[in-house]
């Protein structure tokens, strides 16, 4: 599976953007976003379940986040809304499988795509 990120940028608090990574290749199981700050560890933001197009979002962005796909463009969509300065991070798509606890993890066959970064600053 090749995966291939865009859609980041500056924007101010409170605005939106929307992530999309295309997806080319085999299945998936599971394919979602992980984020890593400056300074911080990787962490899940969002996964979508590819049997039952079930989703998962970390507390953090619950509300205002949104994961979806579109199967004729093979492509998976991350809408960010009311985005604040501590969303500032790169944003990596990749596959994987969805968790309860941490939202999305990574497995033996998981590919990434390459990051791209979104800071949120006035």
């Known amino acids: 599976v090749q995966l291939q990120a865009s859609g980041g940028g500056l924007v101010q608090p409170g605005g939106s953007l929307r992530l999309s990574c295309v997806a080319s290749?085999?299945?998936?199981?599971?394919i979602g976003w992980f984020r890593q700050a400056p300074g911080k560890e990787r962490e899940g933001v969002s996964c979508?379940?590819?049997?039952?197009?079930?989703?998962r979002y970390a507390d953090s962005v619950s509300g205002r986040f949104t994961i979806s796909r579109d199967n004729a463009k093979n492509t998976v969509y991350l809408q960010m809304n009311s985005l604040k300065p501590e969303d500032t991070a790169v944003y990596y798509c990749?596959?994987?499988?969805?968790?309860?606890?941490?939202?999305?993890?990574?497995?033996?066959?998981?590919?990434w795509g390459q990051g791209t970064l979104v800071t949120v600053s006035s």
């Open positions: 290749g085999l299945d998936y199981y599971a």
């Open positions: 979508f379940k590819d049997s039952d197009g079930s989703t």
């Open positions: 990749a596959t994987g499988l969805c968790s309860t606890r941490n939202v999305i993890v990574t497995a033996p066959t998981t590919s």
